[in-house]
């Protein structure tokens, strides 16, 4: 049987964004899934792990998902990448963290912009981005494509919720849509990492989520 790839969740930053850490046991690549900020803490469990970061990738770009994004890519020279749809919103991140009460430096350029279905490859493994716009225009949903594969929802989804739609760029419409479209044709038994807080199926979520039904 071949190896499953690790994976580390710690919540970090200001608002404890779910920041994940995908690892190939073997040859050690790893993919940094929303470094929301704690950039020491997200560097120190890369570095107990002999993790090499290939990739940084973001969800979507609100300022408490993008908090440690600069210093652990120079820390670890892997590219930040996010879907276009939310260039504005990373670009704009030290207005976003403001408006909160905090303080931010200007983000420095990501790197090639991720596409819907792209797969993203890290050692012998890979996780397939899924444009799911509502909570932003660019919110990406990331599958671990695995023999029991992980839902990597970002602000999307949430256990008996889904992302709020009154911030910037946000759309009701859309979000419902991309929950129904691309995210309940999974199978139900996946697991779900959401953006905060604790994990869920998207069975239960089919079954018992108040805003949108399977």
Known sequence: MSPSPLVHTLPVGPLQCNCSILIDPETREALVIDPGGD??????ALT?????????????????????????????????RLHPGDRPLYDSLPDQA???GFRADPPAPPGPPLTHD????????????????????????????????????????????????DLWGGDADQILDSIKARLYTLPDTTPVVCGHGPGTTIGEEKRSNPFVRG
Request: hydrophobic content about 45%; charged content about 20%.
């Open 98 to 100: 403001a408006v909160f």
């Open 118 to 165: 792209e797969a993203v490859r890290f050692g012998s493994f890979r996780v397939r981005a899924i444009h799911t716009p509502g909570h932003t225009p660019g919110s990406t949903s990331f599958l671990l494509e695995t023999e029991k594969p992980v839902l990597f929802a970002g602000d999307t989804l949430f256990r008996r919720s889904i992302g709020r739609t």
């Open 39 to 44: 950039a020491d803490r997200i560097l120190a």
């Open 48 to 80: 107990k792990e002999r993790a090499r970061p290939v990739a940084l990738l973001h969800t979507h770009a609100h300022f408490d998902h993008i908090l440690g994004t600069a210093e652990v890519a120079r820390a670890t020279l892997a590219p930040a």
